[in-house]
């Protein structure tokens, strides 16, 4: 069975299922996404984030986002103005920059619903735990990159799967979340990186820079 890739437009190909979705992987960018038809309602997917502890004071947390921002602080200047993309319920991160100086804003669709800071531009785009719930990823990754200026960065945390069989997948703890949806492999961040003029350094399985260069 063949799909239409919901990030490049390329010929997907059934790549496994499990009792919940079937998967398909795009013979162009390597994108894995759940079965569109299976994505849940905005209710239902809402109720899952709201179960998430994302609380500012847990030090686990941020430990976690420390994976991101030590490297980031490292390349961006301490007078530079951000966004974090998809916050969520308990914004964490953009605490953590402005502790060292960089003014953050804020935007996620549910919790932070205002538009107005997508329509500027940034020096430093974070985007944590965000881009696998891209039900159209050919859309909302345009919109991420086209906040950024020229040299800004793109600072994204997910999970990438970096084996290649459908058993890997399947034993794969990541896409059992019926909110993830879109699963990236290093050759699609490359895609993307090529396709947008971007520069791409993939830090770790978890972390993956991306640097506007026009």
């Given at each position: 069975?063949?799909?239409?890739?919901?990030?490049?437009?390329?010929?997907?190909?059934?790549?496994?299922?499990?009792?919940?979705?079937?998967?398909?992987?795009?013979?162009?960018?390597?994108?894995?996404?759940?079965?569109?038809?299976?994505?849940?309602?905005?209710?239902?997917?809402?109720?899952?984030?709201?179960?998430?502890?994302?609380?500012?004071?847990?030090?686990?947390?941020?430990?976690?986002?420390?994976?991101?921002?030590?490297?980031?602080?490292?390349?961006?200047?301490?007078?530079?103005?951000?966004?974090?993309?998809?916050?969520?319920?308990?914004?964490?991160?953009?605490?953590?920059?402005?502790?060292?100086?960089?003014?953050?804003?804020?935007?996620?669709?549910?919790?932070?619903?205002d538009k107005a800071p997508?329509?500027?531009?940034?020096?430093?785009?974070?985007?944590?735990?965000?881009?696998?719930?891209?039900?159209?990823?050919?859309?909302?990754?345009?919109?991420l990159v086209g906040l950024?200026?020229?040299?800004?960065?793109?600072?994204?945390?997910?999970?990438?799967?970096?084996?290649?069989?459908?058993?890997?997948?399947?034993?794969?703890?990541?896409k059992n979340d019926p909110?993830?949806?879109?699963?990236?492999?290093?050759?699609?961040?490359?895609?993307?990186?090529?396709?947008?003029?971007?520069?791409?350094?993939?830090?770790?399985?978890?972390?993956?820079?991306?640097?506007?260069?026009?």
């Amino acid at each position: 069975m063949t799909d239409v890739c919901t990030l490049c437009g390329g010929s997907a190909v059934t790549f496994t299922k499990d009792k919940q979705r079937s998967y398909f992987k795009c013979r162009e960018c390597e994108l894995i996404f759940a079965d569109p038809k299976a994505k849940l309602s905005k209710n239902s997917e809402k109720e899952v984030y709201d179960l998430h502890q994302n609380d500012p004071n847990d030090e686990g947390y941020r430990r976690f986002l420390s994976l991101l921002t030590k490297p980031l602080l490292e390349r961006v200047a301490a007078s530079a103005e951000g966004l974090d993309f998809g916050c969520g319920p308990g914004p964490t991160l953009n605490l953590m920059l402005e502790d060292a100086g960089i003014r953050m804003a804020l935007y996620d669709i549910f919790y932070y619903p205002d538009k107005a800071p997508l329509k500027q531009r940034y020096d430093v785009v974070t985007c944590t735990e965000v881009v696998e719930h891209f039900n159209a990823p050919a859309t909302s990754w345009p919109t991420l990159v086209g906040l950024l200026k020229e040299r800004a960065w793109l600072a994204v945390m997910t999970s990438l799967f970096t084996r290649e069989t459908p058993e890997a997948f399947l034993a794969w703890q990541y896409k059992n979340d019926p909110t993830h949806v879109s699963f990236y492999t290093p050759l699609t961040m490359q895609w993307l990186a090529k396709h947008f003029g971007l520069e791409c350094e993939i830090l770790s399985q978890r972390v993956i820079f991306f640097q506007r260069v026009s």
